[in-house]
């Protein structure tokens, strides 16, 4: 018999990994999410007596859904809910059917990727808010719990809470089909899959609050689930140029943060320290997007971006030209005035500062920026690049009260200072 330590390591790892595919299977047979949690979860506690008695078994993924079909089974049993159960799981399958077991279990054969794009197509619903839809695929997909997604967003755990009950009431009391949508609906519904992923990804890489300006965990977890879909979904070039953009910006968090994790831009970025493994994978799906038909979508264009950082070894080797067009065509595709701001930081690197200030402050003037901190750190950085430093100074410190991360504001202070320095 195995150590207790090492059963409980054993059991928590399994249960990371099996846990999205076994409440992606029962969701399909119960047509219920809040259930099929409760089943999930049943079905570990009987892991936990049963594994540290006999060990880990050589299937524990396969002894999990099985364990929770059978507590399904008996819960419809002792429910008289058998028939009304077995109409909603379909399947040809008669209410009358002699025998449940063999019924239920059928309902339980299909692929079980198929579960898991059902899944996260039903988490990532365009009915939900997109905090909640961030909430519950964090939940569901990614295996965390409650007070790990509160503490990662900084938000109170009841919140969170709150975010996820009421998410899965919205998606039963819709009626919401636990599907894979065809045609138009599924291209709409993938843009909210991809996007939640992205919206995790990018809390990690650049924390909104809080005492950190990154959180790994998080970028680690976005990727897993681009990874899972483009698995699941292989002919969706926006999946593979997602997972391309995760990759690259993914390979520089080591060096975007000094010892005491102050931030350290780009530019500054000891280069030796980014995973090239990394940086390989995330080209090698760049180049699948692009193949497929997709080089010209946003991801694809935001990643061939990343893509230019990642070729050059030195700074001075970046293609600031090639960005800058990169960006001229992403912003005519989807305009937004994030991305004329990102466009304006690489015309300043490509043609020199003076030919970018116009474009920020016609940035500024529109108003839709006015309370975004990086558009005044931006600002900062080229007022002093253009000797204008007080100004600069003002914009730094104007960018250090609009930003809620700590790390963020003491390096936006101290630019100010050296720039009241100079």
Same mark, same amino acid.
């Given at each position: ?115 898991? =794009? ?22 569901? =997909? ?128 000891? #280069?030796?320290?980014?995973?090239? !493994?990394?940086?390989? #994978? ?43 067009? =990169? ?47 990086? =558009? ?35 390096? !936006? ?10």
């Amino acid at each position: 018999m195995q150590a207790e330590s090492e059963i409980n390591r054993a059991i928590t790892a399994v249960w990371k990994s099996e846990r999205p595919r076994l409440i992606a299977g029962l969701t399909r047979m119960v047509r219920d999410l809040s259930l099929a949690e409760e089943l999930a979860q049943d079905a570990l506690v009987s892991a936990l007596r049963a594994w540290a008695a006999t060990g880990v078994p050589d299937n524990p993924g396969a002894w999990l859904m099985q364990t929770a079909k059978r507590r399904a089974i008996d819960m419809f049993r002792h429910r008289k809910m058998a028939a009304s159960k077995l109409a909603e799981v379909g399947h040809g399958i008669k209410t009358d059917a002699p025998d449940v077991v063999e019924a239920l279990h059928a309902a339980m054969d299909d692929d079980v990727g198929d579960d898991l =794009l059902r899944l996260m197509f039903t988490a990532c619903h365009p009915i939900l808010s997109a905090e909640a839809r961030v909430a519950l695929t964090l939940r569901l =997909l990614g295996g965390l719990t409650t007070e790990e997604i509160a503490r990662a967003f900084l938000v109170a755990e009841p919140t969170i809470g709150q975010r996820i009950v009421r998410a899965k009431k919205t998606i039963a009391e819709a009626g919401i089909p636990f599907e894979v949508p065809r045609g138009a609906e599924r291209a709409a519904r993938l843009g909210s899959v991809l996007g939640v992923i992205y919206l995790i990804f990018n809390e990690g890489y650049s924390a909104t609050a809080g005492d950190d300006w990154t959180r790994p965990e998080l970028c680690a977890e976005a990727m897993r689930l681009g990874r899972v879909l483009a698995r699941l979904a292989p002919e969706e070039p926006e999946v593979h140029a997602l997972v391309a953009l995760m990759e690259i910006q993914a390979s520089r968090l080591a060096a975007r943060t000094g010892r005491s994790g102050e931030p350290i831009l780009l530019s500054d970025q000891d #280069r030796s320290r980014w995973d090239w !493994l990394l940086i390989g #994978r995330g080209l090698a799906a760049l180049d699948q997007a692009v193949a497929l038909g997709g080089g010209q979508s946003p991801y694809a264009l935001q990643a061939a971006i990343a893509a230019c950082h990642a070729r050059a070894r030195k700074a001075s080797d970046t293609d600031w030209s090639m960005i800058a067009e =990169l960006y001229d065509v992403l912003l005519a595709l989807t305009p937004s005035a994030v991305i004329a701001l990102n466009r304006a930081v690489a015309v300043s690197m490509a043609q020199g500062p003076a030919a970018a200030l116009p474009l920020i402050d016609a940035i500024k003037r529109d108003g839709v920026l006015k309370d975004y901190h990086l =558009l005044y750190g931006v600002r900062g950085d080229i007022l002093g690049r253009l000797e204008r430093h007080d100004e600069a100074a003002a914009e730094f410190r104007r960018a250090a009260t609009l930003t809620r991360n700590g790390r963020e504001r003491a390096y !936006l202070l101290a630019r100010a200072e050296a720039a009241e320095g100079r």
